[in-house]
Nanobody, 124 residues
Framework: EVQLVESGGYLVQAGGSLRLSCAAS????????IGWFRQAPGKEREGVSC????????IYADSVKGRFTISSDNAKNTVYLQMNSLKPEETAVYYC?????????????????WGQGTQVTVSS
């Protein structure tokens, strides 16, 4: 059974920081790339960042460059998203997803498996 479980979503004030975790099981972690996506109220789901578990290459959306950092701990089959200087408009459900292509992409259609999401609320 393939499973992706997100954690770390909380209520935080604008300018604050959070670290999200995505724990993966049920597939060969090193053969997949893991992406983070978010869906704000009334908006479409958008790509935030991605990391290749095999070589560590990364992609960031322009809106989060310089503030967010994605990393992986392959021994724990876990990917993290460190989010700094959070803005109220970044309030959203954050999802992690896995693509068996093993290369980073922010295109939703390329992902095979999805977690259930974790709520991040940034207050003003």
């Amino acid at each position: 059974e393939v499973q992706l479980v997100e954690s770390g979503g909380y209520l935080v004030q604008a300018g604050g920081s959070l670290r999200l975790s995505c724990a993966a099981s049920g597939f060969t972690f090193d053969d997949y790339a893991i992406g983070w996506f978010r869906q704000a109220p009334g908006k479409e789901r958008e790509g935030v960042s991605c990391i290749s578990s095999s070589d560590g290459s990364t992609i960031y959306a322009d809106s989060v460059k310089g503030r967010f950092t994605i990393s992986s701990d392959n021994a724990k089959n876990t990917v993290y998203l460190q989010m700094n200087s959070l803005k109220p408009e970044e309030t959203a459900v954050y999802y992690c997803a896995a693509t068996q292509k093993g290369v980073c992409t922010l295109a939703l259609r390329e992902y095979d498996y999805w977690g259930q999401g974790t709520q991040v609320t940034v207050s003003s």
